[in-house]
């Protein structure tokens, strides 16, 4: 399985002195899995996501026996 983590470093300028509502968004589909926590909507202040393209692009596809199988092992 892959991570990959976002980069955003730079935030703008009114996100560095508001105190505003911290969002974790989680997103899911067969092959990937990734999360992020963005400030109030408009600022990501971190990002992971978590692939198994790799697997799948071994099979040509995704495959539910063997992507369930894989999963157990995670």
Request: proline share 3%.
């Amino acid at each position: 399985m892959n991570f990959s983590k976002g980069t955003s470093l730079q935030r703008p300028f009114f996100c560095l002195y508001i105190d505003l509502m911290k969002i974790l968004a989680i997103e899911t589909s067969c092959d990937e899995t990734a999360a992020a926590i963005v400030e109030d909507g408009v600022c990501e202040l971190a990002s992971v996501v978590a692939s198994s393209a790799d697997l799948h692009e071994e099979t040509g596809g995704v495959v539910p026996e063997i992507a369930a199988r894989k999963q157990v092992d995670f």
